[in-house]
């Protein structure tokens, strides 16, 4: 192996090393941080459609999976209680019941 090589294998190892301490800092070990949920499965909650959606989606749902965030802001897979709508909605668009 030439110095050069040597060199450009030792940088690759020091990122790959910091690569991984980065990781179990943020938790998880894939490079995501832990993300807390508001809402606990089979909660009652009440969701409220943003201005694109479909107003007749308002009212009460309980959540069926917490799901990994998007943006910042965390998911939810929500059934309605009224039918058998079921929904991925975020976390800023629900509230208690």
Known sequence: MTPKNKATGIYVDAILSRRGALMAQRGRGRGRPVATHKFAVGAAVFYSP?????????????????????????????????????RVVCESQLSLR
Do not use: M, W
């Open 50 to 86: 943003g201005i694109f959606e479909s107003a007749s989606a308002k009212g009460v749902y309980r959540v069926v999976s917490l799901l990994p965030s998007e943006g910042g802001d965390n998911q939810y897979r929500v059934k309605s209680d009224t039918g058998a709508h079921e």
